[in-house]
């Protein structure tokens, strides 16, 4: 198994990180934005970045053994693994399709992923007479929208609008495209999590009371110097548009820490790193500075954490 990764048990219920850095740019020390929920030995994934299958493997987790997933937003580190997942439960003879919950604009996204397995559905292993998958065989899709609740086995979820997309109300995007924060309220606990998020009182409203607040968290001025440094050439004016969306869209340590108090959440969990060095994550450092505002239980997550 990779370092740091431990096996998800198979009964009870988990809450694993399977990637914890921020941004759509890879980085070899951490893997991007992933999570799996396991209900009662079920597993659903929250978000799946590009290496998510990989991921999965490294915690004993065959990608024919999720049962669903969530989809936050449309942005490709938050949605970029589940093309792999989809083709190799193809490949691996899934007894079922993928049940896949996400904002608007998923079943336009899912349908794109379908039309591109086409080929490899036709082809199948090659032989001349084996059957042949059909598309609802391999996913199934459901858009969900601000304040939609859902009733699992095992948990409820609730999902609201947050702003880390600002499309003007009544502007044609406001309501084609939603980027959620998700609410799974379980036997034993509740778990939020806010995905990509600026500040916004329907995520202090949403995770209110809450046990776990697996939380973003940005380092403006060191992603941007990330950027530039892959992109010296960029404009003046994207480098500013680049800025405002960090600043707006994201939540700097303060804000975090801010929505952690407001919603009187037991135990934040910062699990969305974003920063323009991985590889110098200083998480004591990290803690400190979220803890000016907000005074409960702190966790800066590894790839692999278990909770």
Partial sequence: MADGARRVPAQGNRFTVLGTLGGPTPHPSRGQPAYLLTVDGVHSLVDMGDGAAHRLAAVGVLCRQIERAFVSH???????????????????????????????GTARMVEGLLDALEPAMEAGYGMPGAPRFKRDQIATVEELRDGDVRDFPGFRLTVCRNNHYSFEPGAPEYERYQSLS????????????????????????????????????????????GVLRQAPDLPE???????RH???HHLAPDDLGR??????????????IATGSPDRIDPAALTAEIGRSFAGRITVANDYDVF
């Fill in 74 to 104: 449309l942005h490709g580190d938050h949605f970029g693994g589940l093309f792999a997942i989809m083709a190799l439960r193809l490949q691996t003879n899934s007894p079922k399709p993928l049940m896949i919950y996400g904002a608007p």
């Fill in 182 to 225: 998700m609410r799974f309220d379980l036997v034993d606990r509740a778990i939020v999590y806010t995905g990509d998020t600026g500040r916004s009182e329907a995520v202090e409203r949403l995770a209110a009371g809450c046990d776990l607040l697996v939380g973003e968290v940005i380092d403006i001025d060191d992603t941007l110097a």
């Fill in 237 to 243: 004016k994207a480098v500013a548009f680049i800025r």
């Fill in 246 to 248: 960090l600043t707006d």
């Fill in 259 to 272: 929505l952690a108090t407001a919603a009187r959440a037991k135990h934040l969990l910062v699990a969305h």
